[in-house]
Nanobody, 130 residues
Framework: QEHLIESGGGLVHPGDSLRISCTSSGPTLSHSNIGWFRQAPGKERDFVAGISHNAAYTHYADSVKGRFSISRDYAKNTIYLQMNNLKPEDTAIYYC???????????????????????WGQGTQVTVSS
Protein backbone atom coordinates (compact mmCIF):
# COMPACT_ATOMS: atom_id res chain seq x y z
CA GLN A 1 0.00 0.00 0.00
CA GLU A 2 1.45 3.30 -1.11
CA HIS A 3 1.33 6.01 1.53
CA LEU A 4 4.38 8.11 0.82
CA ILE A 5 3.98 11.57 -0.63
CA GLU A 6 6.77 13.47 -2.38
CA SER A 7 6.67 17.20 -2.96
CA GLY A 8 8.85 20.17 -3.80
CA GLY A 9 9.89 19.34 -7.32
CA GLY A 10 10.05 21.95 -10.05
CA LEU A 11 11.96 23.59 -12.87
CA VAL A 12 15.32 25.09 -11.94
CA HIS A 13 18.44 26.31 -13.72
CA PRO A 14 21.82 24.59 -13.63
CA GLY A 15 23.66 25.49 -10.45
CA ASP A 16 20.45 26.16 -8.52
CA SER A 17 19.34 24.40 -5.35
CA LEU A 18 16.10 22.64 -4.56
CA ARG A 19 14.76 20.74 -1.56
CA ILE A 20 12.25 17.95 -2.04
CA SER A 21 10.28 16.29 0.72
CA CYS A 22 8.85 12.90 1.53
CA THR A 23 6.12 12.42 4.10
CA SER A 24 3.49 9.84 4.93
CA SER A 25 -0.28 9.99 4.67
CA GLY A 26 -0.51 7.10 7.09
CA PRO A 27 1.90 5.59 9.61
CA THR A 28 4.81 7.41 11.16
CA LEU A 29 8.07 7.06 9.30
CA SER A 30 10.16 7.08 12.47
CA HIS A 31 10.72 3.32 12.32
CA SER A 32 11.49 3.26 8.61
CA ASN A 33 14.68 3.51 6.64
CA ILE A 34 14.15 5.83 3.70
CA GLY A 35 15.67 5.99 0.26
CA TRP A 36 15.43 8.50 -2.56
CA PHE A 37 15.54 7.16 -6.09
CA ARG A 38 15.20 8.88 -9.44
CA GLN A 39 14.10 7.82 -12.86
CA ALA A 40 14.82 9.68 -16.07
CA PRO A 41 12.83 9.00 -19.26
CA GLY A 42 13.79 5.68 -20.78
CA LYS A 43 16.06 4.77 -17.88
CA GLU A 44 15.86 2.58 -14.81
CA ARG A 45 15.06 3.85 -11.33
CA ASP A 46 18.41 4.62 -9.70
CA PHE A 47 19.37 5.05 -6.07
CA VAL A 48 20.22 8.59 -5.00
CA ALA A 49 20.41 8.70 -1.20
CA GLY A 50 19.27 6.85 1.90
CA ILE A 51 18.92 7.48 5.62
CA SER A 52 18.46 5.08 8.50
CA HIS A 53 15.44 5.25 10.81
CA ASN A 54 17.55 6.87 13.56
CA ALA A 55 19.47 9.14 11.16
CA ALA A 56 22.71 7.54 12.29
CA TYR A 57 23.59 6.40 8.78
CA THR A 58 23.32 8.08 5.40
CA HIS A 59 24.20 6.72 1.98
CA TYR A 60 24.73 8.48 -1.34
CA ALA A 61 25.23 7.60 -4.97
CA ASP A 62 28.63 8.68 -6.24
CA SER A 63 26.97 11.00 -8.75
CA VAL A 64 25.46 13.18 -5.99
CA LYS A 65 28.05 13.00 -3.21
CA GLY A 66 29.01 16.49 -2.08
CA ARG A 67 25.96 18.03 -3.77
CA PHE A 68 22.96 16.31 -2.20
CA SER A 69 22.13 15.87 1.47
CA ILE A 70 19.44 13.71 3.03
CA SER A 71 17.93 14.47 6.43
CA ARG A 72 14.80 13.83 8.44
CA ASP A 73 12.54 15.80 10.76
CA TYR A 74 10.76 13.48 13.18
CA ALA A 75 8.38 16.15 14.44
CA LYS A 76 7.17 16.73 10.88
CA ASN A 77 7.38 13.05 9.89
CA THR A 78 9.29 14.20 6.82
CA ILE A 79 12.49 13.26 5.03
CA TYR A 80 14.24 15.88 2.93
CA LEU A 81 16.61 15.74 0.01
CA GLN A 82 18.56 18.97 -0.30
CA MET A 83 19.97 19.23 -3.81
CA ASN A 84 22.66 21.81 -4.53
CA ASN A 85 24.56 22.68 -7.69
CA LEU A 86 21.96 20.93 -9.80
CA LYS A 87 22.92 19.70 -13.23
CA PRO A 88 20.81 18.88 -16.31
CA GLU A 89 21.60 15.19 -15.74
CA ASP A 90 19.78 15.40 -12.40
CA THR A 91 16.53 15.81 -14.33
CA ALA A 92 14.21 12.96 -13.38
CA ILE A 93 11.18 11.96 -11.38
CA TYR A 94 12.30 11.56 -7.79
CA TYR A 95 10.70 8.86 -5.65
CA CYS A 96 11.00 8.10 -1.98
CA UNK A 97 10.79 4.56 -0.68
CA UNK A 98 10.56 3.10 2.82
CA UNK A 99 11.31 -0.21 4.51
CA UNK A 100 10.99 -1.21 8.16
CA UNK A 101 14.19 -0.96 10.15
CA UNK A 102 13.35 -3.96 12.39
CA UNK A 103 16.15 -2.86 14.73
CA UNK A 104 18.84 -3.81 12.24
CA UNK A 105 21.64 -1.94 10.49
CA UNK A 106 21.56 -2.29 6.73
CA UNK A 107 24.39 -2.03 4.24
CA UNK A 108 24.67 0.58 1.54
CA UNK A 109 23.93 -2.07 -1.05
CA UNK A 110 20.67 -2.87 0.69
CA UNK A 111 19.59 0.77 0.41
CA UNK A 112 20.67 0.81 -3.22
CA UNK A 113 18.49 -2.15 -4.18
CA UNK A 114 15.05 -1.16 -5.44
CA UNK A 115 13.50 -4.39 -4.20
CA UNK A 116 14.42 -3.64 -0.56
CA UNK A 117 11.64 -1.08 -0.27
CA UNK A 118 8.14 -1.91 0.90
CA UNK A 119 6.42 1.38 0.17
CA TRP A 120 6.75 4.01 -2.53
CA GLY A 121 5.36 7.39 -3.35
CA GLN A 122 4.12 8.66 -6.70
CA GLY A 123 7.15 10.83 -7.35
CA THR A 124 7.93 14.49 -7.91
CA GLN A 125 9.40 15.90 -11.12
CA VAL A 126 12.70 17.75 -11.00
CA THR A 127 13.79 19.45 -14.20
CA VAL A 128 17.14 21.21 -14.52
CA SER A 129 17.37 23.27 -17.67
CA SER A 130 18.72 26.58 -18.84
Amino acid sequence: QEHLIESGGGLVHPGDSLRISCTSSGPTLSHSNIGWFRQAPGKERDFVAGISHNAAYTHYADSVKGRFSISRDYAKNTIYLQMNNLKPEDTAIYYCGAFDANGLVYSTSYYQYYGSYEHWGQGTQVTVSS
